[in-house]
């Protein structure tokens, strides 16, 4: 089987290229060699590597640079994830694509399911959600699977941003009205691989035949607050700290260009029900991240 990797340097294409490596004849690409941005170069780039399955984990991810940079985000989130899956279709190839609890507004107090209305509020849920109606309107066999609060130990992500903080200041604080579910990268990745491992040689069929969109996040949900307390709890390194505990703040403390949702926990049973996949909650998944790191 051969499977084509878009955007292996992100948070989520690092640890998809490690576990994918097992499932069949695996090509990951990055820019330079694949340009989102420029739809037009996709299909050549597709037709060469002629794969049985495309997984897509590029995507411009500055949820407030998109703000400014309206032209680019809807081109590489909104426009190119629908080329790749016509071309996908075109070949009776398997499309895995990824988008985000963005595509909501906030305003449910209970999780996410998939049968909900999206209503994004910023330009980078707006640009994923079009991405999505891209990808269903190409037909063929498609999973979009929309995650939350990706992390992972590389890289300048919230998990860094909070260990970096409590090294550096002398008070620490963040969001408490703020909830979603962290969902690690690696846990992700494996999640996906369960999917596509499961039947080899029936992968394609049966994602055509369970074709959707589906919520796929670390379990249960937290505030920032919650997250960045656990973070500073998992630290191997407590002695490095200059803080021992992280206060209380409002998202109104810290303004930012893009507008998020104040709630978007996403309930995952309908993917359980489908593939038989669960992520681990959230804090367990955090600690065997952080535990690791540590090592
Ligand atoms: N991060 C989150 O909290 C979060 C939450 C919900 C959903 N998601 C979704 O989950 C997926 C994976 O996210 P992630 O956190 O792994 O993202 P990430 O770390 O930002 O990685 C995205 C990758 O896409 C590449 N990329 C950006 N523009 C590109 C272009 N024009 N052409 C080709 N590649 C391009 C990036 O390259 P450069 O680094 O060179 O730009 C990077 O390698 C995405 O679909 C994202 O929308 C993420």
């Given at each position: 089987m051969r499977i084509l990797l878009i955007g292996k340097v992100g948070q989520l294409g690092w640890e998809l290229e490690r576990v994918l490596a097992t499932v069949g004849a695996l090509r990951a690409v990055d820019v330079p060699e694949v340009?989102?941005?420029?739809?037009?170069?996709?299909a050549p780039l597709v037709r060469e590597a002629r794969p049985d399955i495309i997984i897509n984990a590029a995507a411009f991810t500055a949820v407030d640079r998109a703000e400014s940079e309206l032209d680019l985000v809807r081109t590489v989130n909104g426009v190119a994830p629908g080329v790749l899956a016509e071309e996908a279709a075109r070949l009776g190839a398997a499309f895995v694509h990824y988008s985000t609890d963005?595509?909501?507004?906030?305003?449910?107090?209970t999780p996410y399911l998939e049968a909900d209305a999206p209503r994004p509020l910023n330009a980078y849920g707006r640009s994923k959600l079009e991405g999505e109606r891209a990808v269903e309107a190409a037909g063929g066999a498609y999973l979009i699977l929309r995650t939350s609060w990706v992390y992972s130990?590389?890289?300048?992500g919230f998990v860094s941003k909070v260990l970096q903080w409590v090294r550096t200041q002398d008070d620490v604080r963040v969001a408490e009205d703020e909830v979603s579910s962290p969902t690690w990268a690696r846990a992700l990745a494996q999640a996906t691989e369960q999917i596509l491992a499961a039947a080899p040689l029936l992968v394609v069929p049966r994602i055509k035949e369970r074709r959707g969109v589906y919520h796929l996040a670390g379990a249960g949900s937290a505030s920032r607050l919650e997250w960045a307390r656990e973070i500073l709890a998992c630290d191997?390194?407590?002695?490095?700290?200059?803080?021992k505990d992280i206060r209380p703040a409002r998202r109104r403390d810290f303004p930012t260009a893009a507008e998020r949702p104040a709630y978007s926990a996403l309930d995952c049973s309908k993917i359980e029900d489908a593939f038989g996949v669960r992520l681990p909650r959230w804090r367990e998944a955090l600690r065997l991240a952080m535990g690791e790191a540590g090592q």
């Open positions: 340009d989102l941005a420029q739809p037009d170069t996709l963005y595509v909501f507004d906030g305003a449910k107090t130990l590389r890289g300048s191997p390194h407590p002695e490095e700290h200059k803080v």
